[in-house]
Protein backbone atom coordinates (compact mmCIF):
# COMPACT_ATOMS: atom_id res chain seq x y z
CA UNK A 1 0.00 0.00 0.00
CA UNK A 2 1.58 3.49 -1.27
CA UNK A 3 0.90 6.72 0.31
CA UNK A 4 1.88 9.65 -1.64
CA UNK A 5 1.64 13.55 0.83
CA UNK A 6 3.97 16.30 1.21
CA UNK A 7 7.08 16.37 2.51
CA UNK A 8 7.55 17.05 6.18
CA UNK A 9 11.02 18.38 7.45
CA UNK A 10 11.48 14.87 9.50
CA UNK A 11 11.83 13.60 5.32
CA UNK A 12 14.70 14.93 4.87
CA UNK A 13 16.94 12.29 5.59
CA UNK A 14 15.28 9.93 3.56
CA UNK A 15 14.86 12.33 0.61
CA UNK A 16 18.42 12.71 0.53
CA UNK A 17 19.35 8.91 0.73
CA UNK A 18 17.17 8.59 -2.23
CA UNK A 19 18.75 11.67 -4.37
CA UNK A 20 21.96 10.30 -3.86
CA UNK A 21 21.22 7.10 -4.25
CA UNK A 22 19.57 7.39 -7.89
CA UNK A 23 21.80 10.66 -8.95
CA UNK A 24 25.38 8.80 -7.87
CA UNK A 25 24.44 6.35 -10.83
CA UNK A 26 25.09 9.02 -13.24
CA UNK A 27 22.58 7.74 -15.73
CA UNK A 28 19.09 9.46 -15.71
CA UNK A 29 20.10 12.68 -14.47
CA UNK A 30 22.23 15.75 -15.45
CA UNK A 31 23.39 16.42 -11.70
CA UNK A 32 26.81 16.19 -10.66
CA UNK A 33 26.59 12.96 -9.03
CA UNK A 34 28.96 13.71 -6.39
CA UNK A 35 26.43 16.15 -5.54
CA UNK A 36 27.03 17.44 -1.77
CA UNK A 37 24.01 16.67 0.33
CA UNK A 38 23.53 20.29 0.84
CA UNK A 39 23.41 21.62 -2.50
CA UNK A 40 21.00 18.26 -3.23
CA UNK A 41 18.20 19.39 -0.67
CA UNK A 42 18.83 23.29 -1.37
CA UNK A 43 17.87 22.06 -4.89
CA UNK A 44 14.85 19.44 -4.49
CA UNK A 45 13.50 21.81 -1.30
CA UNK A 46 13.62 24.70 -2.68
CA UNK A 47 11.03 26.90 -1.33
CA UNK A 48 9.53 27.60 -4.80
CA UNK A 49 8.98 23.34 -5.32
CA UNK A 50 5.92 21.45 -3.99
CA UNK A 51 7.94 18.41 -2.73
CA UNK A 52 6.21 14.97 -2.50
CA UNK A 53 7.24 11.75 -0.68
CA UNK A 54 5.80 7.96 -1.40
CA UNK A 55 5.69 5.93 1.70
CA UNK A 56 5.30 2.19 1.80
CA UNK A 57 5.06 0.33 4.94
CA UNK A 58 6.44 2.80 7.19
CA UNK A 59 9.17 3.82 4.28
CA UNK A 60 10.03 6.52 2.19
CA UNK A 61 10.50 5.05 -1.09
CA UNK A 62 10.50 8.07 -3.60
CA UNK A 63 9.94 11.44 -4.18
CA UNK A 64 8.99 14.09 -6.41
CA UNK A 65 8.62 18.14 -6.62
CA UNK A 66 6.32 19.83 -9.08
CA UNK A 67 7.04 23.79 -10.00
CA UNK A 68 5.95 26.01 -12.23
CA UNK A 69 8.49 24.89 -15.27
CA UNK A 70 9.07 29.17 -16.24
CA UNK A 71 8.54 32.63 -14.52
CA UNK A 72 5.30 35.00 -15.18
CA UNK A 73 4.34 34.63 -19.10
CA UNK A 74 5.52 30.37 -19.38
CA UNK A 75 4.24 29.79 -15.62
CA UNK A 76 1.19 28.06 -16.57
CA UNK A 77 3.16 24.79 -17.38
CA UNK A 78 4.13 22.67 -14.80
CA UNK A 79 7.62 21.01 -14.40
CA UNK A 80 8.15 17.86 -12.02
CA UNK A 81 10.89 15.17 -10.97
CA UNK A 82 10.76 12.24 -9.97
CA UNK A 83 13.47 9.92 -7.74
CA UNK A 84 12.28 6.38 -6.48
CA UNK A 85 15.06 4.39 -4.60
CA UNK A 86 16.75 1.92 -6.24
CA UNK A 87 15.73 -0.78 -3.32
CA UNK A 88 11.54 0.09 -4.77
CA UNK A 89 12.10 -0.59 -8.28
CA UNK A 90 9.46 -2.41 -10.31
CA UNK A 91 6.39 -1.84 -7.21
CA UNK A 92 4.49 0.51 -9.42
CA UNK A 93 6.01 3.86 -7.52
CA UNK A 94 7.35 5.86 -10.19
CA UNK A 95 3.95 5.48 -11.84
CA UNK A 96 1.86 6.07 -8.83
CA UNK A 97 4.06 9.78 -8.37
CA UNK A 98 3.30 10.51 -11.91
CA UNK A 99 -0.56 10.02 -11.54
CA UNK A 100 -0.33 12.00 -8.33
CA UNK A 101 1.68 15.06 -9.95
CA UNK A 102 -0.75 15.26 -12.44
CA UNK A 103 -4.02 15.34 -10.47
CA UNK A 104 -2.06 17.58 -8.29
CA UNK A 105 -0.92 19.97 -11.38
CA UNK A 106 -4.93 20.14 -12.49
CA UNK A 107 -5.64 21.53 -9.17
CA UNK A 108 -3.03 23.94 -9.09
CA UNK A 109 -4.45 25.45 -12.16
CA UNK A 110 -1.85 24.37 -14.45
CA UNK A 111 -2.52 23.59 -18.15
CA UNK A 112 0.23 21.31 -19.37
CA UNK A 113 3.38 19.45 -17.76
CA UNK A 114 6.59 19.29 -19.75
CA UNK A 115 9.83 17.51 -18.76
CA UNK A 116 12.69 19.19 -20.05
CA UNK A 117 15.52 16.36 -20.00
CA UNK A 118 14.79 13.32 -20.22
CA UNK A 119 17.41 10.67 -20.53
CA UNK A 120 16.49 8.72 -23.92
CA UNK A 121 18.28 5.48 -22.56
CA UNK A 122 15.86 5.82 -19.49
CA UNK A 123 13.68 3.36 -21.59
CA UNK A 124 11.54 2.56 -18.41
CA UNK A 125 10.35 6.50 -17.80
CA UNK A 126 10.61 7.60 -21.77
CA UNK A 127 7.63 4.54 -21.71
CA UNK A 128 5.81 4.92 -18.32
CA UNK A 129 5.70 9.04 -19.43
CA UNK A 130 4.28 8.09 -22.68
CA UNK A 131 1.54 5.56 -21.40
CA UNK A 132 0.94 8.42 -19.10
CA UNK A 133 -0.12 10.58 -22.03
CA UNK A 134 3.45 12.90 -22.59
CA UNK A 135 4.47 12.91 -25.90
CA UNK A 136 8.31 13.37 -26.74
CA UNK A 137 8.14 16.87 -28.62
CA UNK A 138 12.00 17.50 -28.78
CA UNK A 139 15.11 15.75 -28.88
CA UNK A 140 18.23 17.22 -27.59
CA UNK A 141 21.31 15.71 -29.24
CA UNK A 142 24.09 14.10 -27.00
CA UNK A 143 22.94 16.63 -24.04
CA UNK A 144 23.38 14.06 -21.41
CA UNK A 145 26.91 12.77 -20.69
CA UNK A 146 26.24 8.93 -19.50
CA UNK A 147 27.96 7.58 -16.64
CA UNK A 148 28.78 4.84 -19.73
CA UNK A 149 31.30 7.81 -20.84
CA UNK A 150 28.42 8.04 -24.22
CA UNK A 151 26.90 11.31 -25.18
CA UNK A 152 23.22 10.53 -25.48
CA UNK A 153 20.57 12.20 -26.36
CA UNK A 154 17.43 13.76 -23.79
CA UNK A 155 14.38 14.07 -24.90
CA UNK A 156 11.52 16.92 -24.15
CA UNK A 157 8.19 15.71 -22.98
CA UNK A 158 5.08 17.60 -22.74
CA UNK A 159 1.42 16.51 -22.07
CA UNK A 160 -1.52 19.12 -22.02
CA UNK A 161 -3.89 18.64 -18.66
CA UNK A 162 -7.12 20.16 -20.84
CA UNK A 163 -8.68 16.49 -20.83
CA UNK A 164 -7.57 16.61 -17.15
CA UNK B 1 30.77 50.42 -34.07
CA UNK B 2 29.78 47.50 -31.72
CA UNK B 3 32.00 46.65 -29.07
CA UNK B 4 30.73 43.55 -27.07
CA UNK B 5 32.61 43.08 -23.53
CA UNK B 6 32.04 41.67 -19.90
CA UNK B 7 29.70 44.07 -17.66
CA UNK B 8 31.26 45.19 -15.00
CA UNK B 9 29.67 46.88 -12.00
CA UNK B 10 29.10 50.33 -14.06
CA UNK B 11 26.62 48.85 -16.30
CA UNK B 12 23.92 47.61 -14.03
CA UNK B 13 21.24 50.60 -14.66
CA UNK B 14 21.88 50.63 -18.28
CA UNK B 15 21.40 46.19 -18.01
CA UNK B 16 18.02 46.87 -16.28
CA UNK B 17 16.98 49.62 -18.54
CA UNK B 18 17.27 46.99 -21.30
CA UNK B 19 15.76 43.91 -19.36
CA UNK B 20 12.74 46.47 -18.13
CA UNK B 21 12.17 47.68 -21.72
CA UNK B 22 12.14 44.25 -23.30
CA UNK B 23 10.31 42.43 -20.75
CA UNK B 24 7.48 44.88 -20.47
CA UNK B 25 6.60 43.98 -23.69
CA UNK B 26 5.30 40.41 -22.71
CA UNK B 27 6.50 39.43 -26.55
CA UNK B 28 9.69 37.77 -26.35
CA UNK B 29 10.54 36.50 -22.70
CA UNK B 30 8.56 34.23 -19.73
CA UNK B 31 9.91 36.64 -17.24
CA UNK B 32 6.84 38.51 -15.73
CA UNK B 33 6.42 42.12 -17.28
CA UNK B 34 6.23 43.58 -13.73
CA UNK B 35 9.44 41.96 -12.40
CA UNK B 36 11.38 44.46 -10.07
CA UNK B 37 14.68 45.08 -10.85
CA UNK B 38 16.13 43.53 -7.93
CA UNK B 39 14.67 40.12 -9.42
CA UNK B 40 15.65 40.65 -12.98
CA UNK B 41 19.37 41.52 -11.96
CA UNK B 42 19.50 39.19 -9.47
CA UNK B 43 18.48 36.42 -12.36
CA UNK B 44 20.99 38.21 -14.80
CA UNK B 45 24.07 38.71 -12.86
CA UNK B 46 23.81 35.50 -11.19
CA UNK B 47 26.92 34.32 -10.05
CA UNK B 48 27.23 30.96 -12.28
CA UNK B 49 26.35 33.76 -15.78
CA UNK B 50 28.95 35.51 -17.97
CA UNK B 51 27.64 38.82 -18.81
CA UNK B 52 28.01 40.54 -21.47
CA UNK B 53 27.11 44.22 -22.65
CA UNK B 54 26.93 45.27 -26.69
CA UNK B 55 28.45 49.56 -26.56
CA UNK B 56 27.72 51.83 -29.57
CA UNK B 57 29.21 55.20 -29.32
CA UNK B 58 29.13 55.10 -25.49
CA UNK B 59 25.73 53.55 -24.98
CA UNK B 60 24.91 50.14 -23.63
CA UNK B 61 22.81 48.97 -26.34
CA UNK B 62 22.43 45.68 -25.52
CA UNK B 63 23.52 42.43 -23.18
CA UNK B 64 23.77 38.71 -22.88
CA UNK B 65 24.36 35.90 -20.44
CA UNK B 66 25.95 32.50 -21.19
CA UNK B 67 25.79 29.79 -18.74
CA UNK B 68 25.56 25.90 -18.71
CA UNK B 69 22.36 24.81 -19.73
CA UNK B 70 22.24 22.05 -17.30
CA UNK B 71 24.56 21.05 -14.17
CA UNK B 72 26.82 18.11 -13.92
CA UNK B 73 26.32 15.21 -16.83
CA UNK B 74 24.61 18.11 -19.03
CA UNK B 75 26.85 20.86 -18.59
CA UNK B 76 28.86 20.95 -22.15
CA UNK B 77 25.96 22.18 -23.53
CA UNK B 78 26.00 25.92 -23.18
CA UNK B 79 22.70 28.08 -22.96
CA UNK B 80 22.88 32.00 -23.99
CA UNK B 81 19.62 34.45 -23.59
CA UNK B 82 20.24 38.18 -25.32
CA UNK B 83 18.57 41.14 -24.98
CA UNK B 84 18.74 44.72 -27.18
CA UNK B 85 17.45 47.95 -26.34
CA UNK B 86 14.02 48.58 -28.37
CA UNK B 87 15.94 52.01 -29.37
CA UNK B 88 18.74 49.92 -31.12
CA UNK B 89 16.91 47.39 -32.83
CA UNK B 90 17.90 46.76 -36.67
CA UNK B 91 21.51 47.50 -36.36
CA UNK B 92 22.51 44.15 -36.38
CA UNK B 93 23.50 44.23 -32.17
CA UNK B 94 21.76 40.75 -31.88
CA UNK B 95 23.33 39.34 -34.39
CA UNK B 96 27.08 40.32 -33.45
CA UNK B 97 26.15 39.04 -30.43
CA UNK B 98 24.78 36.13 -31.40
CA UNK B 99 28.12 35.23 -33.26
CA UNK B 100 30.14 36.81 -29.94
CA UNK B 101 28.38 34.23 -27.68
CA UNK B 102 29.18 31.19 -30.12
CA UNK B 103 32.62 32.23 -29.84
CA UNK B 104 32.82 32.47 -26.38
CA UNK B 105 31.41 29.10 -25.76
CA UNK B 106 33.74 27.46 -27.87
CA UNK B 107 36.52 29.34 -26.08
CA UNK B 108 35.02 27.92 -23.36
CA UNK B 109 34.72 23.93 -24.21
CA UNK B 110 30.80 23.42 -24.43
CA UNK B 111 30.12 21.45 -27.04
CA UNK B 112 26.56 22.65 -28.26
CA UNK B 113 24.10 25.54 -27.76
CA UNK B 114 20.69 25.26 -26.20
CA UNK B 115 17.92 27.92 -26.30
CA UNK B 116 14.84 26.25 -24.41
CA UNK B 117 12.25 28.37 -24.77
CA UNK B 118 12.58 31.09 -28.03
CA UNK B 119 8.90 32.35 -28.74
CA UNK B 120 7.47 31.20 -31.91
CA UNK B 121 6.13 34.71 -32.89
CA UNK B 122 9.58 36.10 -32.20
CA UNK B 123 10.14 35.48 -35.75
CA UNK B 124 13.39 37.77 -36.27
CA UNK B 125 14.82 36.03 -33.25
CA UNK B 126 13.75 32.35 -35.03
CA UNK B 127 15.32 33.28 -38.36
CA UNK B 128 18.48 34.95 -36.86
CA UNK B 129 19.26 31.65 -34.56
CA UNK B 130 18.73 29.74 -37.96
CA UNK B 131 20.90 31.78 -39.82
CA UNK B 132 23.30 31.13 -37.11
CA UNK B 133 23.31 27.48 -37.54
CA UNK B 134 20.93 26.49 -34.76
CA UNK B 135 18.02 24.20 -35.69
CA UNK B 136 14.57 24.17 -34.05
CA UNK B 137 14.54 20.29 -31.99
CA UNK B 138 11.10 20.55 -30.18
CA UNK B 139 8.38 22.45 -30.09
CA UNK B 140 6.67 23.53 -26.90
CA UNK B 141 2.49 23.81 -27.36
CA UNK B 142 1.13 26.83 -26.47
CA UNK B 143 3.88 27.52 -23.73
CA UNK B 144 3.81 31.28 -24.02
CA UNK B 145 1.27 33.02 -23.17
CA UNK B 146 1.54 36.06 -24.94
CA UNK B 147 0.90 39.98 -24.01
CA UNK B 148 -2.11 39.61 -26.67
CA UNK B 149 -3.61 37.23 -24.24
CA UNK B 150 -2.88 34.71 -27.05
CA UNK B 151 -0.92 31.12 -25.68
CA UNK B 152 1.62 30.86 -28.46
CA UNK B 153 4.44 27.69 -28.99
CA UNK B 154 8.02 28.11 -27.95
CA UNK B 155 10.66 26.27 -29.61
CA UNK B 156 13.58 24.53 -28.10
CA UNK B 157 16.49 25.08 -30.58
CA UNK B 158 19.92 23.56 -30.50
CA UNK B 159 23.53 23.99 -32.00
CA UNK B 160 26.32 21.78 -32.27
CA UNK B 161 29.55 23.79 -31.51
CA UNK B 162 31.57 20.58 -33.24
CA UNK B 163 32.34 22.48 -36.13
CA UNK B 164 33.43 25.89 -34.62
Given amino acids: MLRIREASASDTGSIWDIFHAVVSLGDTYAFDPKISREDALAYWLHPANRCFVAEREGHIVGTYILKANQPGLGAHVANAAYMVSPDA ?76
Fill in 89 to 164: RGLGVGRAMGEHSLKEACRLGFRAMQFNFVVSTNESAVRLWQRLGFTIVGTLPGAFHHSSGRYVDAYVMFRSLAEG
